[in-house]
C-alpha cells in the first residue's frame, strides 16, 4: 500500500514541479494570442474554458489505455508501478505538453505538419501517411471492442452488426459537428466519470486493505508467468502506454490546441490531463495485482478468461462497488473507448485537412474528407481485432519516438534545454526497436539478442543527434 501511495505522491509532485520546470523551458507566452482567437471557425477553432478543456484531453486520451493497458501491464508485477510514475512524469507528460504547445505556436497545426518542419519533408509525407493509418486503426478497434460489449447486454435483435452501425453514426457526427455541439458537451461528463470511477476504486481497495505489493527489492522482478517471453524490457513499455507514455496523445493535443484561449493553460491541460490518467493507471495496476489476491493469481486469472481484461474490470466494479459499480463497468469499458475513436477519426480529418490546405468551416469540405476515412474504417471492421490491436501497440510507441526526438530537434534548434527529451527519446527508440525484433507479431528474434540491437541503436541515434546538433543550420526559429 506505501508503494502506490507513494506513487500517486510522486505524480502530484511531478506535475506542480517538473512540470513547473518543462513549462519554464518551452517558455510560455501570457500575452501571445492563441489559434482559438487568432483563427476561429466556429467548427474546429473555438476558445473554450481551460477546465472543459482538461476534461476533453483527458478523456481524448484516456479511452481503455490508462484501464486495460495498466491491467496487462500489472502482470508484471510492482516494476509497472516504476514505469507509470516514472513514463509519465519525465516522458508522457513531457511529449504531451510539448506536442499540444508547439501546435499551439504553429497555428494549431496536427502532428505531422510539425514533425516535418522540425525533421524534413521526407519524414513529413511518411508521417501523414503513418499517423492517418494509425488513427484509422485507432478508430476502427474502437467500434467493434464496444458493439461487441454492448450486444451481449441487450436483446438478441440488436446485434453487434447493429450497434456497429450507430456507433459509426455517432463517430460521424463528432466527426463533423463543431467540436463545442457534441464533444465539447459530452466529453466533460465522460472525462470526470472515468476520474470518479478511479476513485470509487480507490476507497473500497485501501478500506478493505486488498494486497498492494510493495515495490521491496524481492519484487523487483518480472512476476508475468511467461517472463522468458514476455521480458520486462521493451514488452511492459509497450502494454503499459496511455498510463505512461503514447503516441497517439500527440495526435489528439493539437485538437485541444485549438481550443486554448491562453498559453498559461497549457500545463493545466496537456502536462495536467497526463497526470491525471496516471494516477488512473496507477490505481487499476494496484486492484489488479491485488483484487485477485496477488499478481500470480491475477495471471492465472487472466490466462483463463484469455487476457479479456474487460471481464476483470467487471468483476473488480461490480465485486467493490455493486450495482452502481457494474455502471461504471460499462461506463469505461464502453463510452471510454467510443470517445477515442470519434476524435481518432477527427483527428484524421483535421491531419487530410492541412496536407490538403482544404479550409474545414464549410460542412461540404468537411464532409469530402470524412467519407474516404470511414469507408476505409468500415473495412478495417471486418479484420480481427486482436491482429488491429497487437500492431496499433507498436505504432502507438512508434509515433510517441517519432515526435519525442522532434521535440528535441525544436529545443535544440531553439537553444532551449534538449536533454528534457534527449533521454526519453533514446530510451524509447531502444523499446520499440527491441519490440519490434522480439514480439510475436514482430520478427520473433532472441530476446537477449534484440535487447542488445535495440539499445545499440538507440546509442547510435544519440550520437547522430549530438553531431547533427554540433552542426546543425541556424534557419529554424520557434
Not at 441487450?154 to 460521424?172: E, G, K
Not at 519484487?219 to 522468458?228: E, P, Q
Not at 491531419?351 to 469530402?368: E, G, S, T, V
Request: proline share 5%; glycine share 10%.
Amino acid at each position: 500500500m506505501f508503494t502506490f501511495l507513494l506513487s500517486i505522491l510522486a505524480l502530484l509532485l511531478g506535475y506542480f514541479f517538473y512540470g513547473k520546470l518543462v513549462e519554464k523551458i518551452f517558455g510560455i507566452d501570457v500575452n501571445r494570442k492563441t489559434p482559438a482567437e487568432t483563427m476561429t471557425d466556429g467548427v474546429d477553432f473555438v476558445p473554450l474554458g481551460w477546465g472543459r478543456i482538461f476534461l476533453i484531453q483527458f478523456l481524448n486520451i484516456a479511452g481503455l489505455g490508462p484501464i486495460f493497458g495498466a491491467i496487462a501491464g500489472a502482470m508484471w508485477g510492482p516494476v509497472a508501478f516504476l514505469w507509470i510514475v516514472f513514463g509519465c512524469i519525465f516522458g508522457g507528460a513531457v511529449h504531451d505538453f510539448f506536442s499540444g504547445m508547439i501546435s499551439l505556436r504553429m497555428g494549431g497545426q496536427s502532428v505531422p505538419e510539425i514533425v516535418g518542419k522540425y525533421m524534413g519533408v521526407g519524414v513529413k509525407q511518411f508521417m501523414r501517411v503513418f499517423t492517418i493509418g494509425m488513427m484509422i486503426l485507432v478508430g476502427a478497434v474502437f467500434i467493434m471492442g464496444p458493439a461487441k460489449i454492448i450486444a451481449g447486454l441487450t436483446p438478441d435483435y440488436l446485434d453487434v452488426t447493429f450497434w456497429a452501425i450507430v456507433i459509426f453514426a455517432y463517430y460521424i457526427l463528432a466527426t463533423l459537428l463543431p467540436i463545442d455541439k457534441l464533444i465539447g458537451r459530452v466529453y466533460p461528463f465522460f472525462g470526470f466519470a472515468i476520474l470518479f470511477m478511479a476513485l470509487g476504486i480507490t476507497i473500497p481497495m485501501l478500506y478493505n486493505g486488498l494486497p498492494i505489493p510493495e515495490l521491496v527489492p524481492a519484487n523487483i522482478i518480472n512476476m508475468n508467468a511467461n517472463s522468458d517471453a514476455f521480458p520486462v524490457f521493451p514488452m511492459l513499455f509497450v502494454t503499459i502506454a496511455c498510463g505512461a507514455i503514447s503516441g497517439f496523445h500527440s495526435t489528439q493535443s493539437p485538437l485541444m490546441a485549438r481550443c486554448l484561449k491562453n498559453e498559461k493553460y497549457g500545463r493545466r491541460v496537456f502536462y495536467g490531463a497526463m497526470i491525471a490518467e496516471g494516477i488512473v493507471a496507477l490505481i487499476w495496476a494496484a486492484v489488479a495485482m491485488s483484487f485477485f489476491g496477488g499478481v500470480k493469481e491475477l495471471n492465472v486469472v487472466m490466462a483463463v478468461e484469455k487476457g479479456n481484461a474487460a471481464w476483470i474490470v467487471n468483476e473488480i466494479c461490480n465485486s467493490l462497488l455493486g450495482k452502481f459499480g457494474a455502471v461504471l463497468a460499462i461506463l469505461g469499458v464502453v463510452a471510454a473507448p467510443i470517445t477515442s475513436g470519434d476524435t481518432a477519426f477527427r483527428s484524421a480529418r483535421l491531419i487530410l485537412a492541412d496536407f490538403l490546405k482544404i479550409p474545414q468551416k464549410k460542412i461540404k469540405n468537411r464532409l469530402m474528407l470524412t467519407v474516404p476515412l470511414f469507408f476505409v474504417g468500415f473495412i478495417l471492421t471486418q479484420v480481427d481485432f486482436s491482429i488491429i490491436w497487437r500492431y496499433m501497440a507498436w505504432s502507438n510507441q512508434t509515433l510517441a519516438t517519432i515526435v519525442l526526438w522532434t521535440i528535441t530537434v525544436y529545443l535544440a534548434v531553439n537553444k532551449k534545454f534538449y536533454w528534457l527529451t534527449l533521454l526519453p527519446s533514446v530510451f524509447m527508440t531502444a523499446v520499440v526497436t527491441a519490440y519490434l525484433l522480439v514480439a510475436p507479431e514482430g520478427f520473433k528474434m532472441n530476446v537477449q539478442n534484440g535487447q542488445i540491437i535495440g539499445i545499440c541503436l538507440s546509442i547510435v541515434t544519440a550520437i547522430v543527434f549530438m553531431i547533427w546538433n554540433y552542426r546543425k543550420p541556424k534557419t529554424i526559429n520557434n
